[in-house]
């Protein structure tokens, strides 16, 4: 808590009432006729245009998916297709104002928000602009396809564009939006102001909270919204993305012009089912949405409901909330009232809902509604209604060919394309053409020269350690890194649990709050899947950002963001998002099993991270520059153990320069003949402790590997090391069954197998809870470990007596039980 804010018991302890007012409920009651006056009749027609086309889309798609053809040409499409059939007039009215420095966000079904949002931006943008992004995006491939044998208006060609190119997304071509790797639920076009569609119910919840804190901090016009489905206001990320939206900060304790709430509009498209589960009387107790928003902040987040059926009331109530938003009071939550005719998916029989009340609701279709208001007001004739109709069938049709034309549209012949788009490995100094945001310089801060006078190396020339007090430590060498990108690249921010005034919750931030105005440094909400999530969506739109997980056990807590989300978005894209993060986790110990678990393995089996975990002073610095110069998401493992350990083995200290180590080279810490000794984490100072007792006792000389990264990972200089002892131990504090350790054993297993002299060993933890501190020691790896190892595994050391037993029989024992 700043102490800027006292909390006043007198205040605090006074009787009295919350006290809610009304949410509007379906309060716009105007027809075509009344709105004469705020649309053109171009307007009114393009707004049906826009409609019909989006159902044209999505039945052809239907179609396909039951009948195996559209318009008598077959096609197998075998991937997903979930339809918004019947919800066109809510993804029209959403769109129709956004402008293309607004950002859309959405869900699984998507391709109506797609379509809508691109022809709203297409309506805006002028010939020169919109052939400017024809023509650069992809170097032109999707403009040369659609502009070949066509004649007419720049406009009508960008709608070929857009057509064609989610077509082609949804059928895997590489000449879609996101070259074939995004598909159907993941698709998305950012020159339109679309961003990310998400598979994972809810999942752009917060995603789309970090795009408007990205717009907030740096800046950027426009404002930023999360469409998502009524069933989503059960998920997690929702509920927190919410919930980090409405920080009381943003309007207390934020200063200037960053005063003020976040530019985002939580959009419910409720078609009222969430898959075969009806949310209003089944699954979900709201009633009505838009109460939700009464429950977050005072404002209640302006919520209201809006009749989705007419596209005039959708309008409305975005011009509406753009003033809201405008003027710095956000969030706003609107519930968005739709119903889909269709299934979840087209293999969802609708067997959960009623016939009648399918056909109550298509009695009242939007699209035919809207057209009859049109004729009502003298808007349009039926022929004019007619002849939007054909052509759009006959537009769908020729890009529905074109996308299945193997020739036009190939697919991916080489999948190995996949793998060099995972990670884009860029270089980047600043990720803003601004200057940076301080507060004082950076000479001037107080740590900065406190550490100036630090010994940055902990040894003096007799080789005697100086004192923990005068000593260069890893949470220094972490802060040099971060502070120095703070003073580099003005988009960079960093926030988590305690991140601010208490200088992080193991002082590695202290001093940053001296450096940096409030709203480069914060603190979160205690809710790890919206401090990942946020910081995605600030990351994808253009920013560097530093979000903190306190624990590694709370790795939990945000396990979609960091494992459906955070890996997957650059290669989703096809290469057209970045993801500058890096995610400081701390592997903790004394606190039990909830607080001390090494979790490193768990995160290197998600393909699309980098993952480190230095242990020295100077590997620290060296890596956290490189995270933080790259472009690629990174999960970067510290170790409270050791967060003041000096600098023991680059003699000549740590650099106060600038200097970067590369991500994925082990460092060999001791040299050795023997056996190798290869660690992760923490492991390497006991594992040099065993290394001196076996060379003083036993005359064994012991070479030391730090892994210093997981992925990637570089074996050569282990493998070389191999070569030479032919002996390895791999080591870390990770449980032993399922570890990363086992991974690295068996690689080397096989790559370095003719010159292995005895097996590949893995020392890890027990596979226990992580005992209380005082138990700790027969949990986590000790010195003797590595001699029980070698002398029962490897090479029988001379009168050894063992601690720990690692025979063949003990090992079956442990597994038998599970532990």
Same mark, same amino acid.
């Given at each position: /808590? ?12 006074? @009787? ?230 409405? /920080? ?9 012009? /960053?005063?003020?709430?976040? @530019? ?10 969430? /898959? ?21 902040? @005072? ?28 003027? =710095? ?188 105005? %409030? ?31 306190? %624990? ?80 690629? @998401? ?8 050791? %967060? ?47 290394? =001196? ?127």
């Amino acid at each position: /808590m700043p102490k800027v804010q006292l909390i006043d018991p007198t205040e605090a302890r006074k @009787p009295g009432f919350v006290e809610f007012q009304p949410i509007p409920v379906n309060q716009y009651q105007k027809t075509v006729q009344d709105e004469k006056e705020n649309f053109t009749t171009e307007e009114f027609k393009a707004i049906y245009h826009d409609m019909v086309l989006i159902r044209e889309f999505e039945t052809m798609l239907n179609l396909i998916k039951t009948q195996g053809e559209y318009n008598g040409t077959p096609y197998n499409h075998p991937g997903p297709a979930h339809l918004s059939i019947g919800q066109e007039s809510s993804a029209v009215g959403m769109a129709w104002t956004l402008t293309v420095d607004d950002f859309i966000f959405g869900s699984h079904r998507s391709h109506g928000e797609i379509l809508a949002k691109g022809m709203s931006a297409i309506h805006q943008l002028d010939d020169h602009q919109l052939m400017d992004i024809m023509e650069n995006f992809f170097d032109g491939v999707i403009y040369e396809i659609v502009r070949k044998d066509f004649e007419g208006s720049v406009k009508e060609l960008a709608k070929r564009f857009l057509v064609y190119g989610t077509l082609a997304e949804i059928f895997a071509r590489k000449t879609g939006f996101n070259k074939g790797l995004g598909g159907s639920m993941h698709a998305f076009f950012t020159p339109f102001g679309v961003y990310p569609n998400n598979a994972i119910v809810g999942g752009s919840g917060d995603i789309a909270v970090g795009a408007a804190l990205y717009k907030k901090v740096n800046r950027k016009p426009g404002l930023v919204v999360a469409n998502i489905g009524d069933a989503s206001m059960a998920c997690g990320p929702v509920w927190e993305g919410i919930t980090f939206a409405a /920080m009381d900060q943003f309007k207390q304790l934020w200063e200037g012009d /960053m005063k003020g709430g976040l @530019p985002v509009i939580i959009n419910i498209m409720n078609n009222q089912y969430g /898959m075969g589960g009806q949310t209003c009387g089944e699954t979900m107790g709201y009633g009505i949405a838009a109460r939700i928003g009464a429950g977050v902040n @005072p404002e209640q987040m302006h919520a209201e409901r809006v009749d989705g059926y007419n596209p005039l009331a959708v309008i409305d109530a975005y011009k509406r909330k753009r003033e809201i938003i405008e003027e =710095k009071r956000g969030p706003v939550l609107l519930d968005v009232l739709t119903y889909r005719y269709s299934g979840h998916s087209p293999s969802d029989a609708s067997s959960y809902r009623s016939k009648e009340e399918v056909e109550a609701w298509e009695s009242q279709d939007c699209i035919r509604s809207y057209g009859e208001q049109l004729l009502e007001a003298g808007v349009a004739t039926q022929a004019d209604l007619d002849s939007i109709s054909d052509n759009i069938r006959a537009l769908v049709n020729e890009m529905f060919l074109k996308a299945i034309d193997d020739e036009i549209s190939p697919k991916m012949e080489n999948p190995e394309v996949i793998g060099d788009m995972m990670f884009s490995n860029g270089s980047v100094d600043s990720f803003s053409d601004a200057k940076p945001e301080v507060l004082i310089p950076l000479e001037e801060n107080p740590r900065v020269k406190k550490i100036a006078n630090k010994e940055r190396f902990a040894f003096d020339a007799e080789g005697k350690p100086f004192s923990k007090m005068k000593q260069f430590h890893l949470r220094d060498g972490l802060f040099e890194a971060i502070i120095d990108r703070f003073y580099k690249d003005a988009s960079l921010i960093a926030y988590g649990e305690e991140n601010r005034d208490w200088g992080g919750a193991f002082a590695v931030y202290g001093g940053l709050t001296e450096s940096l105005p %409030y709203h480069r440094l914060f603190n979160s909400p205690i809710a790890e899947a919206s401090i990942v999530g946020t910081a995605i969506g600030y990351a994808m739109c253009g920013g560097r950002v530093i979000p903190e997980i306190m %624990y590694c056990d709370f790795i939990g807590r945000a396990g979609d963001e960091i494992f459906n989300q955070l890996p997957k978005w650059q290669a989703m894209s096809g290469n057209v998002l970045k993801m500058p993060m890096v995610v400081r986790v701390s592997v903790g110990s004394k606190y039990g099993a909830q607080h001390s678990q090494d979790w490193t393995s768990l995160v290197a089996h998600i393909p699309g991270l980098k993952v480190c975990f230095p242990v020295t002073p100077y590997d620290a610095k060296g890596l956290m520059n490189a995270a933080l110069q790259g472009t690629d @998401p990174v999960i970067f493992f510290e170790s409270q153990r050791i %967060y003041d350990i000096g600098e023991q083995f680059h003699e000549g200290g740590v650099p106060a320069g600038y200097y970067e180590i590369p991500i994925g080279e082990p460092d060999v810490k001791k040299e050795g003949r023997d056996i190798t000794f290869l660690t992760i984490g923490y492991t390497l100072y006991p594992a040099l402790e065993a290394a =001196k007792e076996l060379e003083d006792k036993y005359g064994m000389s012991a070479e030391v590997i730090d892994a210093r990264s997981l992925v990637p990972f570089n074996y050569e200089k282990v493998l070389e090391s191999v070569k030479k002892t032919g002996k390895i131990i791999v080591a870390g504090d990770a449980t032993a069954r399922g570890s990363f350790l086992n991974d690295l054993a068996a690689n080397i297993s096989q790559l370095a197998f003719d010159y292995l002299d005895a097996p590949v060993c893995v020392l890890g933890s027990r596979n226990w809870i992580t005992p209380a501190f005082e138990l700790e020691e027969s949990f986590f790896p000790q010195p003797s470990w590595f001699l029980d190892m070698i002398n029962e595994r490897i090479l029988p050391l001379r009168d050894y007596i063992p601690v720990q037993n690692f025979t063949d029989a003990e090992f079956i024992r442990r597994a038998k039980k599970g532990v």
